[in-house]
């Protein structure tokens, strides 16, 4: 009798051992910052495709004594700022530019290295870069940018010029890992995954961090689920923001601006980078948390700030796939060139340097 209970034993053991190897191997190992965080699985909201990096990285790590061509204060879309950040190494915005321009380009961490620290460093005071841009995500706009400065109007720029490169280098290509990385890790994922959805699906609790939302278009992104946008739930925040806030915001932005060039050498831009809820407004359903935050800050003139947000969303309008990934809240290495492309664009007059993004320029100048 014993035996056949023991039989029965081993078999469901059997049958468990190997429904969490399935489930191991299903859910493919976690990269996105939106599954990881979220409780979702890379096999349905992973990227399929080819993703591109310079080997070795072309942007380097900001030095407070060193000498750059172009100094970018940024956050995690500009450099690795923890060690879980899905881009690859050499992948950032910041490489495609050190790329199209030739330039050496430093990267400081924004929240290591404010701008007005910078500003305050050998590497500024004793080798003033051509450019400086200070390159900021949406949703963290009203942190980043709060507090008291002097308003009295924008300043007068300084204009720069970046050429770009006769010869830049070609990126080399990689694909997202599908396999387990280890036993270890992939039951800790799997754990994880079971624990956010039997929570999600069966009490109607999402403790999460990360919202789901339907697109009207299902041809955007490269993964099995292209019709379901995944992004923070902090993006729902900006609904609070209020025109006193966005008068802050451009008065700190025209402060930076006119500091940046009194020592008339340094040209000053501002990146913003859209939130994937903005870039992909057009095609989820309304809310009072969609906003468009570089249209009120372009309003009124006179901030050196690239419309990036224009040629992102002409780009997605288009067709192109994975503009930011699916799995994550960055954009893909199809960003990161136009970016770089808008960004050198915005600094030299005449055609882009960069074919592959020429139409989505075009389009963007036509509207």
């Given at each position: 009798?014993?035996?056949?209970?023991?039989?029965?034993?081993?078999a469901?053991?059997?049958?468990?051992?190997?429904?969490?190897f399935?489930?191991?191997?299903?859910?493919?190992?976690?990269?996105?910052?939106?599954?990881?965080?979220?409780?979702?699985?890379?096999?349905?909201?992973?990227?399929?495709g080819?993703?591109?990096?310079f080997?070795?990285p072309?942007?380097?790590?900001?030095?407070?004594?060193g000498?750059?061509?172009?100094?970018?204060?940024?956050?995690s879309?500009?450099?690795?700022?923890?060690?879980?950040?899905?881009?690859?190494?050499?992948?950032?915005?910041?490489?495609f530019?050190?790329?199209?321009?030739?330039?050496?380009?430093?990267?400081?961490?924004?929240?290591?290295?404010?701008?007005?620290?910078?500003?305050a460093?050998?590497?500024y005071?004793?080798?003033?870069?051509?450019?400086?841009i200070?390159?900021?995500?949406?949703?963290?706009?009203?942190?980043?940018?709060?507090?008291?400065?002097?308003?009295?109007?924008?300043?007068?720029?300084?204009?720069?010029?970046?050429?770009?490169?006769?010869?830049?280098?070609?990126?080399?290509?990689?694909?997202?890992?599908?396999a387990?990385?280890?036993?270890?890790?992939?039951?800790?994922?799997?754990?994880?995954?079971?624990?956010?959805?039997?929570?999600?699906?069966?009490?109607?609790?999402?403790?999460?961090?990360?919202?789901?939302?339907?697109?009207?278009?299902?041809?955007?992104?490269s993964?099995?689920?292209?019709?379901?946008?995944?992004?923070?739930?902090?993006d729902?925040?900006?609904a609070?923001?209020?025109?006193?806030?966005?008068?802050?915001?451009?008065?700190?932005?025209n402060?930076y601006?006119?500091?940046?060039?009194?020592?008339?050498?340094?040209?000053?831009l501002?990146?913003?980078?859209?939130?994937?809820?903005?870039a992909?407004?057009?095609?989820?359903?309304?809310?009072?948390?969609?906003?468009?935050?570089?249209?009120?800050?372009?309003?009124?003139?006179?901030?050196?700030?690239?419309?990036?947000?224009?040629?992102?969303?002409?780009?997605?309008?288009?067709?192109?796939?994975?503009?930011?990934?699916?799995?994550?809240?960055?954009?893909?290495?199809?960003?990161?060139r136009?970016?770089?492309?808008?960004?050198?664009?915005?600094?030299?007059?005449?055609?882009?340097s960069?074919?592959?993004?020429?139409?989505?320029?075009?389009?963007?100048?036509?509207?």
């Open positions: 009798m014993y035996r056949h209970y023991l039989m029965v034993l081993l469901l053991c059997g049958i468990a051992g190997a429904f969490a399935d489930a191991v191997v299903w859910l493919e190992p976690l990269s996105g910052d939106l599954t990881r965080l979220g409780g979702y699985s890379e096999n349905e909201f992973g990227w399929s080819v993703e591109q990096k080997a070795p072309l942007a380097e790590p900001g030095k407070r004594d000498d750059y061509g172009v100094v970018v204060i940024g956050d879309f500009s450099l690795r700022t923890t060690p879980d950040r899905q881009t690859a190494a050499g992948s950032f915005w910041t490489d530019l050190a790329n199209d321009t030739g330039l050496r380009v430093g990267v400081f961490d924004v929240a290591a290295t404010p701008l007005e620290r910078y500003l460093s050998p590497s005071r004793d080798h003033p870069p051509r450019l400086v200070l390159e900021l995500a949406e949703r963290t706009l009203r942190n980043r940018l709060a507090g008291a400065a002097n308003c009295a109007g924008a300043g007068q720029p300084v204009a720069a010029r970046l050429d770009p490169m006769p010869d830049p280098f070609l990126p080399g290509g990689f694909r997202r890992q599908r387990p990385r280890s036993i270890g890790e992939a039951a800790d994922q799997a754990t994880d995954y079971l624990r956010k959805n039997i929570f999600r699906e069966f009490f109607g609790i999402d403790t999460t961090l990360v919202l789901r939302l339907p697109l009207s278009r299902p041809d955007l992104f993964s099995r689920r292209p019709q379901d946008l995944l992004v923070f739930a902090e729902l925040g900006k609070d923001w209020s025109d006193e806030d966005f008068r802050v915001m451009r008065c700190r932005l402060f601006q006119r500091h940046v060039a009194a020592n008339g050498v340094t040209a000053f501002f990146v913003l980078v859209p939130d994937k809820s903005t992909y407004a057009s095609y989820l359903p309304p809310a009072p948390w969609l906003i468009d935050a570089a249209e009120r800050l372009a309003d009124p003139p006179g901030l050196n700030m690239p419309r990036l947000d224009m040629a992102l969303r002409s780009a997605i309008a288009g067709g192109v796939r994975d503009v930011y990934l699916p799995n994550d809240s960055h954009w893909s290495t199809t960003g990161s136009i970016a770089a492309e808008t960004v050198l664009q915005y600094v030299r007059p005449g055609p882009p960069n074919p592959a993004v020429a139409r989505t320029l075009d389009a963007t100048a036509s509207r």
